[in-house]
């Protein structure tokens, strides 16, 4: 089995007037569940839309349900468009060989939210974790990363 965790949102904010510090808070994590990857002889994929359940490809087999992340921006200015950018690194556990990890990609989420009069806005997460493909099998533990979220005042 593989369980994956973050070690939490990273931010980055574009605000060409920044009146008071702008922060993203993580309300809920992205969370891919809990799954096992019984063979790792071809890619396989695990998505976690914004609505609707889960979906596999491959050979991963979840045993938990995933659930998207759930995100708040805020000291932005009042009913402003915002855009929203995400990327990851891939997702190792410690004590185990470099060659096994997983990708994030395919990020599921609204290209812009517009901020309310108080200058936050919320949105939710969904992705995509990939398997590496590369034979090698990976080893019952807790995969980490870090999810990039840039934040740009439009």
């Known amino acids: 089995m593989a369980a994956i965790a973050f070690a939490g949102a990273m931010a980055a904010f574009a605000c ?5 510090a702008q ?9 891919f569940g809990t799954f096992v990857v019984p063979s790792n002889a071809a890619v396989s994929t695990l998505t976690v839309p914004l609505t609707g359940s889960v979906s596999t490809t491959g050979s991963i087999i979840a045993l938990t349900q995933g659930m998207p992340g759930r995100y708040r921006v805020g000291g932005l200015p009042g009913n402003a468009i915002v855009e929203i950018d995400v990327t990851a690194n891939p997702l190792f ?7 096994q990890f997983f990708l994030i990609t395919a990020f599921d989420h609204p290209l812009t939210v517009i901020t309310n009069a108080a200058g936050t806005a919320t ?17 019952e533990s807790t995969y980490t990363g870090t999810i990039d979220i840039t934040v740009t005042l439009q």
């Open 16 to 20: 060409p007037v920044p009146a008071v």
């Open 23 to 31: 922060t993203l808070q993580e309300m809920d994590p992205l969370a």
């Open 93 to 99: 556990a410690t004590a185990v060989p470099p060659s």
């Open 123 to 139: 949105f939710r997460l969904g992705a995509t974790l990939s398997t590496s493909g590369s034979g090698v099998p990976y080893t």
